[in-house]
C-alpha cells in the first residue's frame, strides 16, 4: 500500500528525534493521548525510585541538602528553559498550570496603572484558563472579554491589562502567533501571559524572541512528567524581582528558613513558589526532562508536521467518505501536535479503538484526539490507526460501546 511506503520514508527521516526505547509504553498498544498524559519514561521510574529508597529512604531529611532538593524546582525549571526558549533562571516548576496562571495573572495586573482595567482571553481557551480569568476579573472589578483570537489585534486597547490565551488550541490545534500577538499587545501597553500547556515539547516556542512577559505550561502532557506533575511558570527577567505574585508562602520568602515573621519576597523566580514542592513528582519529571537532552524541537514539530500530513491525506482519501470531518488545523507550520477528527458517534469509536489498544481521547461533543508526540510516536502508528478506524467503522462493531452515562 502507498501509505506504508510513505510511512516507512517518514520514520527514516526523522530517526535522529526517534527515542522511543526510552518509554515503556506497554507491548500491543500505540498510545496516541500524549497530548494528555505523556507515557513513562524508564529515566522517570529510576529517578522516582532513586528519589524514594535513596534519598527519602536512607537520605530522609538530610536530602533536602545533599541531594539538593531544596532547589528541585528551580532544576526542574532550568532543563524546560531550553524547550522553551527562555533563559536559565527565568523558569520555576511548581503548582499546576492552573494556580500559576491565577498567580501570573494578578502579578501581571498588579504591574499596570489601575485605569487598565480589562483581560482579553481567547473564547475558545482551555475551561481552567476561562475560570481562572472570570475570578481574577470578579476579584479586581475588572471585565474579562473572551473573544476569538481573530479579534483580539482589533480589540487590543489602552484600558487592556493583560492578554493571556492559549498558544496551540485544546482542540484544533491550531497555533496562535505569539510573535505578533505578543507585539501588539505591547504597543498598546498591555502585558502578555501565554499558556503552553499544548506546546512545551512538542512544537518550537521562543519566549525571549517574542519577549513574552509570563507564560506557564504543563508538566504532565509532552513533557511526560507524570499524573498530576507539577507546572511551571516563566517569568520575563526584566520582570524577575519586581513581579510579586499574590500566595505569599513560605517558599516564596527571600530566606524561607530564615522563619522570619514577616514576608520579605525572593528577589527572583523562588517568589513564584507558594508551598513546599512535591519532590516525588518533581523527581518524575526531572528524569522524564533528560529525555529531551540533545533533541531538537524544531525537528520533532517536523516530524509532527509530516505524520500529522499523512494522518490528513488519508482521512481525506479514506475516512470522509465513512462520515469523519477533520477538524485539526491544516496548516503544518501553525498547528501544534495533534490531529482531531469529528463523528457523530465519536466516543463510541474511541472506545472501539481503546479496545484494540489504541488510546485516543474523546473530546465533547464529537472531537476524536489523537496526539502525535514525536519523540515515540511513527507515521507507522498512524497507518495502523486508520486501518482500525476503517475497521470499526465499516464493521459497525463501534455500536456496543455507545453509552448514554459517559463520564468522559
Ligand atoms: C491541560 C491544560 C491545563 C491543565 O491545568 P492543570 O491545572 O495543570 O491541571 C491548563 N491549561 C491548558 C490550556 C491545558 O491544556
Not at 54 to 61: M, Q, S
Not at 310 to 317: G, Q, R, S, T, Y
Request: charged residues 20%; glycine residues 8%; contains cysteine.
Amino acid at each position: 500500500m502507498p501509505q506504508n511506503a510513505r510511512a516507512l520514508a517518514i520514520d527514516t527521516e526523522f530517526a535522529d528525534v526517534d527515542r522511543r526505547h526510552h518509554f515503556e509504553i506497554p507491548a500491543g498498544v500505540i498510545y496516541l493521548d500524549g497530548n494528555s498524559l505523556g507515557p513513562l519514561t524508564t529515566a522517570a521510574r529510576e529517578w522516582v525510585q532513586r528519589a524514594t529508597a535513596d534519598e527519602w529512604g536512607r537520605g530522609l531529611i538530610r536530602s533536602w541538602n545533599t541531594a539538593d532538593w531544596v532547589h528541585i524546582g528551580q532544576r526542574a525549571g532550568d532543563a524546560i528553559a531550553p524547550l522553551i526558549g527562555a533563559a536559565p533562571g527565568t523558569v520555576m516548576v511548581g503548582d499546576s498550570t492552573t494556580l500559576n496562571l491565577y498567580k501570573a495573572l494578578h502579578a501581571a495586573i498588579d504591574l499596570q496603572p489601575s485605569e487598565r482595567n480589562e483581560v482579553i482571553t481567547d473564547v475558545d481557551n482551555f475551561p481552567t484558563d476561562l475560570y481562572i480569568v472570570d475570578r481574577v476579573c470578579a476579584q479586581r472589578g475588572f471585565t474579562s472579554r473572551a473573544m476569538k483570537r481573530s479579534e483580539m489585534l482589533g480589540a487590543l486597547s489602552d484600558r487592556t491589562s493583560v492578554l493571556t490565551l492559549t498558544h496551540v488550541d485544546y482542540r484544533s490545534a491550531e497555533m496562535a502567533d505569539m510573535l505578533e500577538l505578543t507585539r501588539a499587545a505591547h504597543a498598546v501597553g498591555a502585558l502578555v501571559i501565554w499558556d503552553l500547556a499544548h506546546s512545551a515539547g512538542a512544537v518550537p516556542v521562543d519566549l525571549a524572541a517574542c519577549d513574552a512577559d509570563f507564560a506557564v505550561g504543563c508538566g504532565y502532557k509532552y513533557l511526560n512528567g507524570g499524573p498530576g506533575a507539577p507546572a511551571f511558570v516563566y517569568i520575563a527577567p526584566r520582570w524577575l524581582g519586581v513581579a510579586r505574585q499574590p500566595i505569599e508562602g513560605w517558599h516564596g520568602h527571600a530566606q524561607p528558613f530564615a522563619f522570619a515573621r514577616e514576608y520579605e519576597p525572593a528577589p527572583g523566580r523562588e517568589q513564584f513558589q507558594v508551598g513546599t514542592q512535591p519532590v516525588l513528582a518533581a523527581s518524575a519529571l526531572l528524569g522524564a526532562l533528560s529525555v529531551f537532552e540533545g533533541v531538537d524541537v524544531a525537528r520533532l514539530h517536523a516530524k509532527s508536521i509530516a505524520i500529522a500530513g499523512l494522518f490528513h491525506d488519508l482521512a481525506d482519501e479514506l475516512l470522509a467518505q465513512r462520515g469523519f470531518g477533520i477538524f485539526s488545523h491544516r496548516d503544518g507550520a501553525s498547528r501544534g501536535s495533534h490531529v482531531a477528527l469529528t463523528h457523530s458517534d465519536g466516543y463510541a469509536i474511541v472506545q472501539a479503538l481503546i479496545a484494540r489498544g489504541i488510546i485516543g481521547d474523546f473530546r465533547r461533543p464529537d472531537v476524536l484526539r489523537f496526539g502525535i508526540a514525536p519523540l515515540y510516536n511513527s507515521a507507522k502508528d498512524i497507518v495502523a490507526l486508520v486501518e482500525a478506524i476503517i475497521d470499526i467503522a465499516d464493521s459497525g462493531s463501534y455500536a456496543q460501546f455507545r453509552s448514554e452515562n459517559a463520564v468522559i
